[in-house]
């Protein structure tokens, strides 16, 4: 929104998309937006739309992050850490990448692989 606002300041003073993408990421570094979202907002400013908003789009919210899932992959998780996502998905009914965002982004946790070891030495490895 913040970056919006400052394509359409650019805009009105007559900068051009390519002069006002180079500010933008000398500003915003690699949070800069696309230069393509720049050229679409000049496009849009010149045909007469003002707004900085977001446009209401269709489609379905999202519902599936939310706390009551969250705690429910939570306590799957405490219950049996060896679940795969897919299993997990599939109990919970919510797609995959949600369950790979929960575990990921809310829960904070990573799937670590550690080295193989056998169940009995071999007498060369006592």
Request: glycine share 4%; proline share 5%.
């Amino acid at each position: 929104m913040e970056q919006r606002v400052n394509v359409k300041f650019c805009f009105k003073l007559g900068k051009t998309a390519t002069e006002t993408h180079e500010m933008l990421v000398n500003v915003y570094g690699v949070e800069a937006v696309s230069k393509k979202c720049v050229f679409e907002g000049f496009k849009c400013f010149r045909d007469g739309k003002e707004d900085v908003e977001d446009e209401p789009r269709s489609g379905r919210p999202p519902t599936s992050t939310t706390p009551d899932n969250i705690e429910r992959v939570r306590r799957m998780l405490a219950d049996d850490r060896r679940l795969s996502l897919r299993m997990i998905a599939e109990e919970l009914k919510i797609i995959l990448d949600i369950v790979s965002n929960i575990i990921h982004e809310h829960l904070q946790k990573r799937k670590i692989f550690g080295p193989f070891v056998p169940n009995k030495l071999s007498d060369e490895q006592k």
